[in-house]
């Protein structure tokens, strides 16, 4: 009976050993497979308005150039948003050129502000322009 209890004993101690050792080794095999994904690229978006003073009812064009350093980026969104009151407002999109340019054509009925936003893509980061104001002369 004595040698039953010990051998009792000594599978239980032998399949606690299996089990963790079957956890350890589960472990780095998922580790192991991980994706590791690349930081995504700082992007640049550049703004310049053609006028800086239209007269009331004149157009006006908003452009800009979507980059990752030297390489421009072609077929991206960008959207062009107004600045009023503090709060932007998005007022139209378009999809830049084979040379990342991207142009706008506006028509403000007063004094407006605009920026060029960039939502981000897979590996490019999100970016904003700075802000132009396209003054209005009643």
Same mark, same amino acid.
């Given at each position: ?48 308005? =053609? ?77 904003? =322009? ?9």
């Amino acid at each position: 009976m004595m040698a039953n209890l010990e051998e009792m004993r000594m599978r239980k101690s032998l399949t606690r050993t299996a089990a963790a050792a079957a956890l350890v080794l589960v472990v780095p095999a998922g580790v192991a497979n991980a994706t590791v994904r690349p930081a995504p690229a700082r992007a640049t978006l550049s703004i310049a308005e =053609s006028r800086t003073l239209v007269w009331s009812g004149r157009d006006d064009v908003i452009a800009g150039t979507l980059a990752t350093g030297r390489q421009s980026l072609a077929g991206r969104v960008v959207f062009l948003d107004r600045l009023a009151g503090g709060k932007l407002t998005q007022v139209k999109s378009a999809v830049t050129g084979k040379r990342g340019g991207v142009s706008f054509v506006v028509r403000p009925g007063t004094t407006a502000r605009y920026e060029l936003v960039f939502k981000g893509a897979a590996l490019v980061a999100p970016a904003h =322009s700075g802000v132009v104001t396209v003054r209005v002369i009643p």
